[in-house]
């Protein structure tokens, strides 16, 4: 069976095993640690029945316990080993001493569990407390039976080896969860930072639209009095109050628009894009390989350009996620207006069967949030998510209202 087409339960199934694996695994070790010490204490050591339980089991329960209690493991095996050799036989010239072979290869075990987790300071003291526990144990053992040289160099040799290797993974695990943490910092600054950028070059582009209102509030009401004529001296000042207050206003904002573009070459000096430069957008499309259909009806002729440019935006963010994720399909563009209201809304097929998405990088995941930023700043609504049929749908909903009835013209 294929992998691709491979139940779900399918995958389940391994885990489960190796967790039983996991759970059955230290029993079985335990037991058969105690069931080997138990036949050599009383077989080839000559221990006494009263003593051959407890010190089997001080030298293998350790091994399951070391995993979560590795410095209570520690300090039972060591006391088991410690004792051991004062109270049985030494053993024929063929089998070791003063331990035997069990005991030794638990306790290496229960160093390498407890150097996972303890810091090195702990280790070192281990390591010391081990060679004073050999130098102990050769003094207490019949000289003609065993070398104490030679037990104390294979101890200060052997001892290291799973306290470097335990510790060697301890660090490992530190850097890796280190790593981890700072790629979820430097995801969430990245997130945060693209997040103020979109809202920066929303905040740009809206102050252009109002600054074009204040400048025309600024102009009318520095001109009303010409223009109308036989303006009272009263509504004369109130018109120059009117007019000072616009032209501070909007100094004011060209001084925080400077800061917003602290890092622009130029100011931009070409007029804003709005529904008038949709078949272009929707052409630029088509030249990049989206067979496009565009509609717009119901719109009045004239519309407030803080209106039509979030609409132009966000048509164009949903184009260009059509363009890097499902290249080639069919996409609907269709803009409608029903006098109170405006409707956008971008869909697209699947991609077609030679679709693939680009090459370059899909994007860090923000357009959408982009996109919702710009509906909400004119009090519009933007709904997102796949369609039945395997595309995707962007459908944006805002007030309209006309350009004459924000002017306030004469």
Do not use: K
Not at 59 to 68: E, T
Not at 104 to 129: C, E, Q, S
Not at 351 to 377: K, Q
């Amino acid at each position: 069976m294929s992998r691709a087409f491979a139940p779900a339960g399918a995958t389940v199934l391994p885990t489960l095993r190796f967790a039983r694996v996991r759970a059955v695994a230290p029993w079985a070790i335990t037991c058969f640690m105690f069931v080997m010490n138990v036949g050599m204490l009383a077989t080839v050591y000559d221990a006494p029945v009263a003593l051959t339980v407890p010190l089997a089991a001080a030298c293998a329960a350790p091994v399951m316990i070391c995993g979560h209690r590795p410095v209570a493991a520690w300090l039972m095996i060591y006391i088991g080993m410690l004792v051991t050799p004062p109270l049985v036989s030494p053993p024929p010239v063929s089998n070791p001493w003063p331990w035997p072979p069990m005991p030794v290869v638990a306790y290496l075990v229960v160093l390498f569990a407890l150097a996972r987790h303890r810091p090195r300071r702990t280790l070192a003291a281990v390591w010391a407390l081990s060679l004073l526990g050999a130098l102990v144990d050769v003094s207490l053992v019949p000289v003609s039976s065993t070398n104490p040289a030679v037990v104390l160099q294979l101890v200060a040799a052997i001892v290291p080896v799973p306290l470097f290797a335990g510790d060697n993974l301890r660090w490992r695990r530190l850097a890796q969860a280190r790593v981890a943490e700072q790629e979820q910092v430097s995801a969430a600054e990245r997130a945060r930072r693209e997040l103020l950028e979109e809202r920066t070059r929303i905040a740009r582009e809206m102050h252009d639209v109002v600054a074009h209102h204040m400048s025309v509030i600024a102009v009318q009401a520095s001109s009303a009095a010409r223009r109308l004529g036989g303006v009272p001296a009263d509504a004369e000042r109130e018109f120059d109050s009117i007019g000072a207050a616009a032209r501070q206003s909007l100094a004011e904002m060209r001084r925080l628009l400077g800061v917003l573009r602290s890092d622009d070459a130029t100011p931009r000096r070409s007029p804003l894009p709005g529904l008038g430069q949709m078949d272009a957008l929707v052409e630029s499309a088509r030249r990049a390989g989206v067979p496009v259909e565009l509609t717009v009806t119901g719109l009045p002729a004239r519309m407030r350009p803080e209106t039509e440019l979030p609409v132009y935006r966000i048509v164009q963010e949903a184009l260009s996620n059509v363009i890097r994720h499902a290249p080639g399909s069919a996409t609907t563009v269709a803009v409608t207006g029903n006098g109170t209201g405006l409707r956008a809304v971008v869909e697209n097929a699947p991609p077609a069967g030679a679709g693939r998405a680009l090459a370059e990088p899909a994007g860090t995941g923000h357009g959408l949030a982009g996109m919702r930023e710009r509906a909400a700043v004119v009090g519009g609504v933007l709904l997102t998510g796949p369609t039945p049929r395997g595309g995707f749908r962007v459908e944006l909903t805002l007030p309209l209202v006309r350009a004459e009835h924000e002017e306030g013209r004469p």
